[in-house]
């Protein structure tokens, strides 16, 4: 369906009846925003005043696999229902909802739109690469647990294939993972934790919404199986379109990151079935992604609220696979992205609506969207959320401007390694030099322009 005609619907629920409920493709697409929410948890070398579940300094070696969970939580640390995500609160917090659809200024929304990078055929592929999401992973987006591709109860061959133990078990898996398309793949094992204490499943009829106020239920997550080890897979987005942040082009590039999520999770999770084993994927339907991301070794937390990978830095989505099959987890990784963040805040510049902070990390948010008990920096969903109404399409402003943010080669491997030191002032210098020679730029409207006409 065309977003004019979502545009119109969600009008004139407002005004009808009060309640409203927002376009699933502009509440949904806020994804960014999702996994830099306060359900994440932090990596982090700071003191804190609380018991720490796990915690570690990050070694001043470079690239050191460490024995430790990074994670550095206190025992306020607990399970979040599903319904309180950013996501969930279409479904029934139309008090909030309401409040960012009536701010938006649809004056300057249409100006905006008359630029190259939210036109017609802009949007036309930023619809196309959402296709596969939407067609078979309604569960990545909008929190439809136990659906489509993330179906918990999949067919299971009966014989069961062996390995000699879960290290062996680790490198097959790894291996398909890479194969069937995964950008990195870690193990860890599967950690209640992070797993909504509650589910919240939209009730359809058929593939349709229905007028009025949403119908949904709300449900312990109670999986057929026990699941043992998490698979985590990162699919990467692609860099050239992520920097056209905010526009329908680089809407394409999360959207396509969800479509490959979703192909990838389920080949992964079909994979592990067809050995005779359980296995689910996960997208934000059931369970945190970061947590499992910083645990399985793919990189570290950063002020953005989102995972810093060593090879694209946050430009990542990320889908876990649990199954039954144990599987030997991988160790976490600390490369000094934390102690970077600490002197950098080029996200947080970035941020048109301020919802990074630029200050000190603490130990709950601001909404109850944020999770409370982890130290880290807690972004403001909700800011993030108005300014992706506002642009009209979403935003990538923070994975843009992040000097992580690079294209996978051996200058930006050595750069990642020096800006690991544990030298302060060195990396502001290397923050500032990076924006110099012309990375980070958001606001793109020339590259939007030349899109359609490059190579
Ligand atoms: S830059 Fe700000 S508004 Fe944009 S996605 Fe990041 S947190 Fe949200
Ligand atoms: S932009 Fe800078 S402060 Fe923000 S997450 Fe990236 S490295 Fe950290």
Redesign the pocket.
């Known amino acids: 369906m065309k977003k004019e005609v979502h545009h119109a619907k969600i009008a004139t629920k407002i005004e009808q009846s009060g309640t409203i409920k927002m376009n699933r493709r502009q509440f949904i697409t806020m994804s960014?925003?999702a996994t830099?929410s306060g359900a994440l948890l932090s990596a982090t070398g700071h003191a804190a005043p609380d018991k720490y579940v796990a915690t570690k300094t990050a070694p001043a070696s470079l690239f050191l696999d460490i024995k430790d969970n990074p994670l550095r939580l206190t025992d306020k640390c607990k399970r979040m229902p599903q319904k309180n995500t950013i996501f969930s609160r279409q479904l029934w917090d139309f008090e909030f909802v309401q409040k960012v659809e009536s701010s938006v200024d649809r004056t300057s929304l249409d100006e905006l739109r008359k630029n190259k990078g939210w036109t017609q055929l802009d949007e036309a592929l930023d619809e196309a690469a959402w296709a596969v999401d939407h067609k078979f992973a309604s569960g990545s987006e909008g929190g439809q647990p136990h659906s489509m591709a993330y179906a918990w109860d999949e067919h299971v061959r009966k014989q069961k294939v062996t390995f000699k133990d879960a290290a062996d078990a680790s490198k097959k898996i790894k291996k398909a993972a890479r194969y069937l398309g995964a950008s990195l793949v870690g193990i860890t094992d599967y950690n209640p934790l992070w797993t909504y204490s509650e589910l919240i499943k939209e009730k359809f009829e058929g593939e349709s919404r229905q007028e009025g106020p949403p119908e949904y239920e709300i449900f312990t997550p109670e999986f057929p199986f026990e699941p043992k080890s998490a698979v985590v897979i990162a699919v990467e987005m692609d860099y050239r379109t992520i920097a056209l942040s905010?526009s329908s082009l680089e809407g394409a590039a999360t959207g396509l990151g969800y479509s490959h999520m979703c192909e990838v999770g389920y080949s992964v999770a079909t994979f592990i079935r067809a050995l005779g084993y359980r296995a689910f994927a996960n997208g934000n339907d059931v369970s945190l992604s970061i947590p499992y991301a910083v645990a399985a070794g793919l990189g570290e937390l950063g002020r953005?609220g989102m995972l810093i990978t060593r090879e694209f830095g946050p430009r990542v989505r990320l889908v876990k696979v649990f199954t039954e099959l144990e599987i030997k987890p991988d160790p976490p990784i600390v490369f000094g992205a934390w102690e970077f963040c600490k002197n950098c805040k080029r996200?947080a510049d970035?941020?048109?609506?301020k919802?990074?902070s630029d200050g000190e990390p603490t130990l709950e948010g601001k909404t109850i969207s944020n999770n409370p008990g982890a130290l880290k920096w807690y972004?403001d969903p909700e800011?993030?959320i108005q300014?992706?109404r506002d642009n009209g399409s979403?935003?990538?402003?923070?994975i843009t401007a992040c000097p992580y943010n690079k294209v996978d080669t051996w200058p930006h491997r050595l750069s990642t390694s020096i800006a690991a030191l544990p030298v302060a002032p060195l990396h502001s210098f290397l923050s500032q030099l990076d924006k110099q020679v012309g990375f980070g730029n958001i606001d793109n409207l020339k590259g939007n322009a030349n899109f359609w006409v490059e190579d």
Do not use: G, R, Y
Request: aromatic residues 10%; glycine residues 0%; neutral net charge.
């Open positions: 960014a925003a830099a905010p953005h996200c970035a941020c048109s609506s919802a990074i972004i800011k993030c300014f992706w979403d935003c990538a402003n923070c």
